[in-house]
């Protein structure tokens, strides 16, 4: 008999198995149980003040910058990104373009005019489907879920904050294949509706739901036991390690605490304004609540966060300025400020620690959340932050202010200097981390082989 999968349990048990949502995260080996990778990009747009933004030091021994201040707690779970030999002093209109570091090069021209949110996370030009330019193929978020996100209820989530605009491929940054962009959902609650409806249930439903859940325990329970003696020993190991995940989840799935796995609040933001600029705090807080929660009852193994869309007009009036007044400017206007002008440049730093702010707070709930393998969920993610510009004056692409955190097996807490360094490479090297077998993603020209020093 080959080693268990949960396929062949789910064969094996019928309907029953939607009793167990925690069981579609069991993986085993020799040495017990091994919990699921997970995959998380967050998106902020409009480039940022690289001066502000990058770390200062070398790889192992660096300073955390302005921006990313608020990460400072997290700093030994982050993987910054930097362009080697860059010079925070340097001359920003004759080096802007300079390939250092991550770059986006499959684009259609140099230096490109546009922000280009459709080759971000597939590493493909766009291309014309019925007069709108879309991405030419599948996002790298879509290719790992088609691999690691099939044994779950949601192959993948796509939350929104505030994405909202003219239709375009400013907006959309995720694709399932060549024309077929994926929309965000910008409304926490319909988003909450979506994933979690169904798992309220009123306290007769939650008993009669879990006498069902433990009825299926005590089957597995019985059929393990009955199919050990007619095993090898290799197989025997196996069984073994899945009757040992199985206790583990026993007293989560029946319990009345909930275990890692507990609902988050339905939040209705100011009576359904989901779309106004002033609720973004409130908006980011929710659904980065859903995907902690969505993450660690194992609903899914792939989502997106994305804050805004390319080119983005927000109003970050919750934002004090330098004057200690509100920020009534336009994000996109002061992202085409030039860095002479320092109340911009301090208001752009402002905004980044604010998404800075945002992702320590969704590694916060994940790093608090147990995991199936004594670990917590943080250490079992990839987080991948992206921004769609560099310099937001000139429209670069190059040097990316991109970062990596979490875990899955990468070394963090570094500041990675990196050479001429085509992103395919990058989204390459993050889909091998997450055990996907391919070769190259987007563009094969500008795939040379994934990138080192991830792990």
Not at 12 to 31: I, K, N, Y
Not at 127 to 145: K, L, M, R, V, Y
Request: negative net charge.
């Amino acid at each position: 008999m080959s080693a268990m999968s949960r396929r062949g349990l789910i064969r094996s048990m019928g309907g029953a198995a939607l009793a167990l949502p925690f069981l579609s995260a069991m993986r085993t080996g020799a040495q017990g149980v091994v919990a699921p990778k997970r995959f998380l990009v967050m998106f902020t747009p409009n480039g940022v003040f690289k001066p502000n933004w990058f770390p200062t030091g070398s790889e192992h021994d660096w300073e955390i910058s302005p921006c990313l201040a608020p990460l400072a707690r997290h700093k030994d779970r982050l993987l910054v990104l930097g362009g080697q030999g860059w010079d925070p002093d340097y001359d920003a209109t004759h080096n802007a373009r300079d390939h250092i570091g991550v770059s986006i090069k499959c684009l259609p021209s140099l230096p490109s005019q546009g922000h280009e949110l459709q080759s971000m996370l597939t590493g493909l030009p766009g291309a014309e489907f019925d007069g709108q330019t879309w991405a030419n193929g599948p996002s790298i978020d879509q290719i790992i879920a088609n691999h690691i996100g099939a044994d779950t209820v949601f192959r993948s989530l796509e939350a929104g904050v505030r994405v909202t605009g003219n239709e375009g491929n400013g907006l959309r940054l995720n694709y399932l294949d060549a024309g077929a962009p994926i929309p965000a959902e910008n409304d926490p609650a319909a988003m909450w509706d979506r994933v979690f409806g169904t798992l309220s249930l009123d306290p007769a439903e939650a008993d009669r739901r879990r006498a069902q859940r433990q009825r299926v325990v005590d089957f597995l329970h019985r059929r393990f036991s009955t199919l050990r003696p007619r095993l090898g020993v290799a197989d025997q190991r196996v069984l073994d390690a899945h009757t040992a995940s199985l206790s583990a989840l026993e007293s989560r799935l029946l319990g009345s605490g909930g275990g890692m796995c507990t609902l988050p609040e339905r939040q209705v933001v100011e009576s359904g304004h989901w779309d106004d600029w002033s609720n973004m705090p409130a908006l980011a807080r929710a659904q980065m609540d859903n995907i902690a929660a969505a993450f660690a009852c194992d609903l899914t193994r792939v989502a997106t966060l994305q804050v805004s869309g390319a080119a983005s007009n927000a109003r970050y009036t919750f934002l004090n300025g330098p004057d200690g007044r509100p920020i009534t400017e336009l994000h996109h206007g002061l992202s085409h400020e030039p860095w002479s002008n320092a109340d911009a440049m301090e208001k752009m730093t402002r905004i980044s620690q604010w998404h800075s702010e945002q992702l320590a707070y969704l590694m916060d709930r994940l790093a608090e959340t147990p995991d199936l393998d004594g670990r917590t969920v943080l250490d079992n993610t990839c987080i991948l932050w992206m921004n769609e510009l560099s310099h937001g004056v000139y429209h670069t692409h190059q040097n990316m202010p991109w970062l990596l955190a979490g875990g899955a097996g990468m070394r963090t807490g570094r500041f990675l200097q990196l050479g001429d360094t085509a992103h395919n490479d990058l989204l390459l090297a993050i889909a091998q981390l997450m055990d996907v077998p391919i070769d190259h993603v987007g563009s094969p020209e500008w795939t040379t082989g994934a990138m080192p020093g991830l792990t």
